[in-house]
Every structure is written in C-alpha cells, then in structure tokens.
C-alpha cells in the first residue's frame, strides 16, 4: 500500500523566455509627428504631468544635458539630453538639438532636433524621429500644466496674457494654452524683431476675433500689463532688470530661463521642473545661486506644488522656470512611435544594422 502522507511532486512547466532580438529601425519624419499630436493637447498635457511623476517618484534617469558650443559661432549651441524612463513606457534615448539662431535672418527656423529611442532589453536604437516638433510640444504642455496648477494654487486665474518672444515656441504655448480651456480678455505681444511681432499678431488675430491684441514697443508696457508673461525668447543672458515691473504681482511662465535679472528672482515665488537641472548652464536661477551663494530663494518644484509642499501666495511675482527634462521628450516620442505603429504607418529601414553575427 502507499503511504498516504506521501505527497506527489509538482510538475512545474517550464518557462519560455523570448530570445532576445535586435528590433527593426524606423524613422518618423516631421509630418507623421505633427499629425500624431495635432489636435491631442489635453492628452499630451495628462502624459507630460504623468511623466513628471514618474520623475519624481524615481523611476527615471536624466542626467544633466551637455552643450556643445563652438568658438566661432558663439551665438550657436547643440544640446544632448540624454534620459531614460520606466512605468509603461521603458525606454532610454537622446534628444540632439541644434540652436542656431542667425537662421531666422535667413528664414528657416532657429531650432531643428532628432530623438532616438533606444530598446529597453538590448539597447539598440529602435527609431528616429523628427524632434523640433516634440520639442516644442513638450515644452508647450509643460507651460499649459504649470499655468493652470500655480493659478490654482494662488486661488486666482489671469486673465491677461503677454507673450515676450513670438517664435515658434510662444505659438505652441498659446496652442495649448487655447486648447486646455484657458481664454484672456486681452493678449499682449512684444518682440525685438518688429516683423516677428507682426506676424505674431496676425496669427492670434486669427485664433481671437473678438479678444484685444496689442503689439507693445517697449518690454516694460507688455509685463505691466499682464498678469500672466510668458518669455519664449532665445537670450542668452538676463536683459529683464527693474524688480519694480513686476509690482503687481504676476505669474511668469519663464521658458527661456535667461531672460529675468537675478534680483526679479530674489524678490519672487520660485518654482522649477527640476532644481538641480535647473541651477546650471546660467540660467537665472543658476545666476540668483551664484549671486547669493544659496538656494533658499526656490520655493519648490512643480511635482511639490501639486503634492501640497509649496505654499503660494499672491503677495509676490511667481516665476516658473523649467529647465525641460529630456524624459518628456522622450515619453512624447515613444508615444507618437506607438501611436505611428498602431496606425501601421512605421517606416522601416531594412537592414540597417548589417553586422549581427559575432563571429561573422
């Protein structure tokens, strides 16, 4: 007889494990990103804020970005933001972004990037995508998510909107702005290029049939008269000093991060996207630290506004300045490279990695 107690072993299945392989190689061009994006704002938003928590909570890499400068052309730069991102997304990449601004003398935009993605698992870059467009999107969203967490942490939503630079990132922000249900009773424009202003206007006369649009000569007239500024410029130093411009207390989205004089910074609610990003490569607030010797002039970040750590009030200027971490980006880009396969419009290029065998 067999003994009761006895227990039977488990026949336990054996686990498969995909074999590894290299991915195929793609490239997204500039119109197939557009088309992706175009008309999904509040989406982009709502990843864009995802993927600030996912910063915040650990589960990204981004070290500082690298800027190749050259000798002689001291104006230009190129920018290597490399990142890597986990939750659903899992995937490492490198944005390369060109400044260049003497193109817009002539005609072609200033700023032009790629993003490659790289595969989780092996490494391999996976896809190249236009990025001037993902650029300029994230950095949009990132303005949108901000303008609406610090008025509501304030307790009070501007109403009048100045734009100081009118290129292509100040369109964007103004798209998304539009888009996430923000409206202004008067929008105020100025540019140091004449021409630039003008066109500006043209373009938001369009989007504003009824709103009042006025073109200001001087940079003073446009932030007095607005409650919420939003500098999009290409300065490569503070040219924005008198504090006293600022004495009705207004919320500056700061995208440019160079263009507010240290003593604005001292004397307002700082928030950043990131603060140890954001100290570096002369910005203002890196100015303001090297001026001060300190950092208590940052209130916070924007991930310590929305978790209830920052407190705001309305009794001083409240400047973002965000650096742009490359993890956006590179969150955007997997999602518009998702988005292109699932419509089975993926550009594949066959063969583009020839040597795979070790040993040939």
């Known amino acids: 007889m067999s003994d009761p107690t006895t227990v ?19 490239v997204i061009g500039g119109a197939q990103v557009q088309y992706t994006l175009q008309g999904r704002e509040r989406e982009t938003v709502e990843l864009v804020e995802a993927t600030y928590r996912l910063h915040a909570a650990g589960e990204s890499v981004n070290p500082p970005s690298y800027f190749l400068r050259f000798p002689d052309r001291p104006t230009a730069r190129i920018i290597a933001l490399p990142a890597s991102i986990g939750g659903q997304a899992r995937v490492d990449g490198l944005k390369w972004i060109s400044s260049f601004p003497d193109n817009v003398r002539a005609g072609i935009p200033r700023a032009s990037a790629v993003l490659i993605l790289n595969d989780h698992d092996t490494g391999y870059p996976f896809a190249c995508l236009e990025s001037s467009i993902i650029s300029a999107t994230r950095t949009a969203a990132m303005a949108a998510s901000a303008a609406d967490t610090l008025s509501r942490a304030r307790g009070t939503r501007p109403t009048r909107i100045g734009f100081f630079g009118t290129g292509l990132i100040a369109r964007y922000v103004h798209t998304f702005l539009a888009a996430t249900g923000w409206s202004f009773d008067e929008v105020g424009v100025h540019d140091t290029s004449a021409d630039s202003a ?38 490569s130093r503070p040219h924005i000093t008198e504090p006293a411009w600022f004495g009705h207390n207004p919320l500056v989205l700061h ?20 603060i140890e990003h954001c100290l570096k490569a002369d910005t203002s607030p890196h100015l303001a630290e090297q001026l001060t010797g300190h950092r208590d002039f940052l ?10 750590r920052a407190a705001l009030a ?15 980006d590179l969150a955007i880009g997997k999602h518009v490279y998702d988005e292109v396969i699932r419509t089975g419009q993926l550009h594949v290029i066959d063969d583009f990695f020839h040597e795979l065998h070790r040993f040939g």
């Open 198 to 235: 003008a066109g500006f206007h043209h373009y938001l006369r369009g989007a504003h049939t009824t709103t009042r649009i006025t073109v200001h000569d001087n940079p003073e007239k446009l932030i007095r008269s607005s409650d919420l500024v939003v500098f999009a410029t290409v300065a």
């Open 8 to 26: 039977p072993p488990i026949t336990v299945p054996p686990i498969t494990v995909p074999p590894i392989t290299v991915p195929p190689f793609a």
């Open 255 to 274: 995208v440019s991060l160079r263009d507010l004089a240290p003593e604005i910074l001292l004397a307002s609610f700082n928030i950043v996207d990131d």
């Open 314 to 328: 309305d009794d001083r200027p409240l400047v973002f300045s965000p650096f742009g971490l490359g993890v956006l």
């Open 299 to 308: 209130t916070g970040t924007l991930h310590d506004v929305t978790a209830g």
